[in-house]
């Protein structure tokens, strides 16, 4: 993902070392235990001891297919569980359509059947139930998610694990349908993007949880060319309501720090590399990509800060 965002950053030649690095982080790839095939799909689905199966599986799916075709049948059945791996799943599905785009390859496709194989291993579905009241914009959504009190958050380990505990809370399940999603699909991801960069700013001594709030939203313009923009709409509600999880189990926990004055644009790709952070690096890349679009500053001021504020594990 990371090696793909310093690509459209304009930064190339960063790639080798930074992945260079990173790979020190990474376990051996495990082989697969037995087959998943189409007719029981949903008994494997959310568990990680499958992920070598379902591998696998995409890579029987997209050799069969072609791979916009396993994209337009999988991405709708995984939607509901976009929080997988802290959205990584998602993400990792979105950063290699867009390589793809660039330059169809074997080893590209591969990685395609990984992203979706960790979608599908880690999926994780938070409780929706249906919500008959008025649908808002999103700077006013997020007024009316349910935030647990301070006193009553339980960190569970991972992102997701923590965010699941609004399983048991009833009052959550409603937010899925507190987000209108009127109109084409390009605005409704701006409009959402602006004002989850500027609840970023305002969390920020917790940053990792609302660095996704900005990127996995904005991954849905990777890809909706092939998922079309009902689908893409229907993942933008799952974003929402991933979004609305790290509200409510996340938010202020030690109050709002001070903004930075914007960086020049130009420095941002070199300050998101010398952090070393792959979190910075595609946050970073996400924020320009909708700066691109939008011209709105605070992509700028959120860049600016996510560069200084992370850095990478030794």
Known sequence: MAADALVALGRPDAVVAWAERYRTRLDDAESPTWPIVEAEWREALGDPARMADWVAFFEREIADETWPSVLREWVPRLAPGFLASGTHGMLRTAHAVRALDADDSALRRAELARGLALWAARYAALPALPYSGPAFEVVEAI?????????????????????????????????????????????????????????????????????????????????????????????????????????????????????????????????AIASGDEHAIKFTEACLREYAISGDEVFVVAATDVGSRLRARS
Do not use: C
């Open 143 to 271: 007024e009316r998610v349910p935030v647990v009190p301070k006193a009553e958050r339980q960190a569970r380990g991972f992102l997701t694990d923590t965010v699941l505990q609004l399983a048991d809370r009833p009052e959550f399940a409603p937010a899925i349908g507190l987000l209108s999603l009127d109109g084409p699909i390009g605005p409704q991801i701006s409009k959402f993007t602006r004002v989850f960069a500027q609840v970023y700013l305002e969390n920020a001594r917790t940053p990792i949880p609302f660095v996704h709030s900005v990127t996995a939203p904005s991954a849905i313009r990777m890809l909706e060319p092939h998922i079309g923009e009902e689908s893409a709409r229907e993942l933008l509600r799952y974003a929402w309501q991933a979004a609305a999880g790290f509200l409510a189990v996340y938010s202020n926990p030690g109050g709002p720090v001070a903004a930075p004055e914007p960086a020049a644009i130009a420095d941002l790709p070199d300050r």
